[in-house]
């Protein structure tokens, strides 16, 4: 009987949850979170079918991209020889027990720690500029994502997954809570779920995390996605719920699925505007998702369209076939490299994965995440290029397959 455990026990371990395909799976979750809203309650029309069949066609370009790499192996004998290499390298997992030993900082440690205080400080500076917290005022929520904003998060979440990617101690794990609590107070319920996703994925793969820790994450990142939601919406001056905390996760999801149903009529419209705005609109003051809310309502309102809408509005099928296509691409070679070299590429991964499960809902309208798939892209680049026996120090590991 303990042997069955035992089996069953190391069998769950090595599922590997935070594979690419774990996109299809949280896709599929939340159309399964917006049915009470769209079928058992008169809060939102039903969706038409169309909006289900465009979902698939994502899904299966996105399919296509995971598996690219592996076609691509069959038509190029170097890409071939390298993912080959890559997969013969294994640096393995750190301790999961966090250390108080000081005595071994390194000077990039120091860099990498003085970036996670930046970006701190910059949260703070951005409160004292307010004049506020914005999550208690709807007022300075639509304020609140300024420029110093951008780089506070965009120097937090790279800095303290880096840090807990290498280097394990418990003082990081207070600047975690420290810095998730900065970006929960801005009122946005993306940001700090963002962060603390990340977290959890770099964790999952540098560290020997047990479920029990697992667990403990998921619910913690539901509760955030629960009360900072709930909390950010009560706090709107101009707006009025009378749903619960659980009511509104399902209304959100359906509402959203709902502009994705009204934007597939409308697929080319916007020819191209949204991604541009979404590359420049941040240094313009124009935001993306006002320009959905346009284009679809014909109102000016901050709108979210799900992964898909953005791509629908600018270039239609062709789009959404591209997008998801070189997401599935990418994200499955960094999932490959960070498997087996660790370090930077996991933190990478980590932070890329997180942002696109968030763009599930909000679509690829943020600057900031895009700026994350070209960081990204330049370490896939790095590593497929210097791969060698003689580059890493291959015959001193061991195999290790994917």
């Known amino acids: 009987m303990n042997l069955k455990k035992n089996n069953l026990k190391s069998k769950i371990e090595n599922i590997d949850i935070f594979n690419p395909y774990v996109l299809i799976i949280l896709i599929i979750a939340f159309i399964l979170i917006a049915i009470p809203a769209l079928y058992f309650s008169d809060e939102l029309p039903s ?36 993912i080959k290499t890559l997969k013969s390298i294994n640096f393995g997992k750190s301790p999961s027990i966090p250390s108080f030993d000081f005595s071994k900082f390194e000077s990039v440690e120091y860099i990498i720690l003085a970036i996670v205080l930046i970006g701190i400080i910059l949260q703070i500076i951005n409160f004292l500029f307010l004049g506020g917290i914005p999550l208690f005022s709807g007022i300075l929520k639509a304020k609140a994502a300024t420029k110093i904003w951008l780089f506070s998060y965009i120097f937090f979440i790279i800095g303290i997954n880096l840090l807990l990617s290498k280097y394990n101690r418990k003082i990081y794990y207070l600047l975690l809570i420290i810095g998730l609590g900065m970006f929960s107070l801005t009122g946005y319920r993306t940001t700090p779920i963002a962060i603390l996703l990340s977290v959890f994925i770099t964790l999952y793969y540098s560290r020997n995390m047990k479920i029990r820790y697992q667990i403990m994450f998921t619910a913690i990142i539901a509760i955030l996605l629960i009360v900072v939601g709930f909390i950010a919406v009560q706090a709107i001056q101009w707006q009025h719920w009378r749903l619960n905390a659980i009511e509104l996760i399902s209304y959100r999801a359906g509402f959203t699925l709902n502009i994705l149903d009204r934007a597939i009529p409308l697929a080319g419209s916007t020819h191209g505007d949204l991604f541009y705005y979404t590359l420049t609109g941040f240094f313009k003051s124009v935001d993306p ?65 997180a942002q696109t499960i968030v763009w599930i809902e909000t679509g690829p309208t943020d600057l900031v995440v895009w700026l994350f798939y070209l960081l990204g892209i330049i370490v896939i680049v790095y590593y497929l290029y210097n791969i060698s026996n003689s580059d890493f120090g291959i015959n001193n590991y061991n195999n290790d397959g994917d």
């Open 47 to 82: 969706p038409t079918f169309q909006v289900y069949l465009y979902i698939i066609l994502g899904i299966l370009f996105f399919i296509l991209g995971v598996n690219f790499p592996k076609i691509l192996s069959k038509f190029s004998k170097s890409f071939k020889n390298k």
């Open 289 to 353: 998702r006002v320009l959905v809310g346009e284009t679809v309502l014909g109102e000016s309102h901050s709108i979210t369209s799900t992964i898909f809408g953005p791509a629908i509005l600018d270039f239609g099928m062709i789009g959404i076939a591209i997008q998801m296509f070189l997401i599935g691409f990418i994200l499955k070679l960094l999932h490959m490299i960070q498997k087996h070299l660790k370090g930077i590429a996991t933190a990478f991964y980590g932070i890329i994965l």
